[in-house]
């Protein structure tokens, strides 16, 4: 079967693709991470400041994407299951460095003010506040206000009601609220 050239790979085109992945198509798995690696790196750079390590967390979600596919039951769209996959990668990631410096490596070079808003800053306090809550209101408030997520799409992925995902988010957001101020 012919593949789609990655230019010509729209949404319902990666739906399919994942499906025929997670079926064990090898040829689709292959046009499937070809196709999602700029949106990967896209959403790991909202995680990560420099460059390197969000390319070090895409490559982590990719290989991820490739061990993982087969469980992709298509409860939540691919879009969906790969948000939150590469969330987790990328937080992983930012846990991986931090845990490197703490044992006495070095850290990587730190973003250039000249060339980096102040938004790369934000995100590491933001990381570090993440990494401070309990893991139900982190991952629902990174995939809700980091990756811009629906409700619904949150609920389907978590596999908890809507109601629920509310309040994990509202918690995340008031404990993220008081310690984002203690960094001030």
Same mark, same amino acid.
């Given at each position: 079967?012919?593949?789609? *050239?990655?230019?010509?790979?729209?949404?319902?085109?990666?739906?399919?693709?994942?499906?025929?992945?997670?079926?064990?198509? @090898?040829?689709?798995? +292959?046009?499937? &991470?070809?196709?999602?690696?700029? /949106? $990967?790196?896209?959403?790991?750079? =909202?995680?990560?400041? +420099?460059?390197?390590?969000? /390319?070090?967390?895409?490559? %982590?979600?990719?290989?991820?994407?490739?061990?993982?596919?087969? !469980?992709?039951?298509?409860?939540? *769209?691919?879009?969906?299951?790969?948000?939150?996959?590469?969330? +987790?990668?990328? =937080?992983? $990631?930012?846990?991986?460095? =931090?845990?490197?410096?703490?044992?006495?490596?070095?850290?990587? !070079?730190?973003?250039? @003010?000249?060339?980096?808003?102040?938004?790369?800053?934000?995100?590491?306090?933001? &990381?570090?506040?993440?990494?401070? &809550?309990?893991?139900?209101?982190?991952?629902?408030? *990174? &995939?809700?206000?980091?990756?811009?997520?629906?409700?619904? %799409?949150?609920?389907?992925?978590? %596999?908890?009601?809507?109601?629920?995902?509310?309040?994990?988010?509202?918690?995340?957001?008031?404990?993220?609220?008081?310690?984002?101020?203690?960094?001030?």
């Amino acid at each position: 079967m012919a593949y789609p *050239t990655i230019a010509e790979i729209d949404r319902a085109d990666i739906e399919k693709l994942a499906r025929e992945a997670a079926a064990g198509d @090898p040829v689709a798995l +292959n046009s499937l &991470l070809s196709a999602i690696r700029p /949106e $990967t790196l896209r959403l790991c750079a =909202r995680f990560l400041p +420099n460059r390197e390590d969000a /390319e070090e967390a895409c490559q %982590d979600a990719l290989w991820a994407v490739t061990r993982g596919i087969g !469980d992709f039951q298509g409860r939540s *769209t691919f879009r969906t299951w790969l948000y939150g996959l590469t969330a +987790n990668r990328a =937080r992983s $990631t930012y846990q991986a460095l =931090r845990r490197r410096h703490e044992s006495g490596g070095p850290l990587p !070079d730190p973003p250039d @003010p000249r060339r980096t808003s102040v938004v790369a800053g934000t995100r590491l306090d933001l &990381l570090e506040a993440l990494d401070e &809550l309990p893991a139900e209101y982190a991952e629902a408030a *990174t &995939l809700r206000d980091v990756l811009g997520l629906g409700y619904g %799409d949150i609920a389907t992925l978590l %596999d908890v009601p809507v109601g629920t995902v509310k309040s994990r988010i509202h918690e995340a957001r008031r404990r993220l609220r008081l310690r984002l101020s203690d960094y001030r």
